[in-house]
């Protein structure tokens, strides 16, 4: 079961946990800037850095097929809201 984070605070809510993101996606680079993060190339790498528990979130872009269908391989998919 995935773990659920409070996103109350809006982007802020990133702030104590640690996040990887892909090189590239300009609004997710802005909001944050200045936060514990890893920018990286593909969201093959952003999974695979979640998945090994390099980071706590990876923020990914929405209806991403690559995230998608790892998340039906592994069984995520099925406990994530609104899907």
């Known amino acids: 079961m995935p773990t659920r984070f409070d996103t109350s605070a809006g982007w802020d809510s990133l702030r104590q946990h640690t996040a990887c993101l892909r090189?590239?996606?300009k609004i997710f680079e802005m909001r944050t800037e200045g936060m514990q993060r890893q920018v990286?190339?593909?969201d093959k790498s952003l999974l695979r850095m979640l998945r090994s528990g390099g980071y706590d979130v990876a923020l990914m872009e929405p209806n991403n097929a690559e995230a998608l269908r790892q998340m039906r391989l592994d069984g995520t998919?099925?406990?994530m809201p609104n899907n």
């Open 23 to 25: 090189r590239g996606i």
């Open 40 to 42: 990286l190339e593909d």
């Open 77 to 79: 998919l099925p406990h």
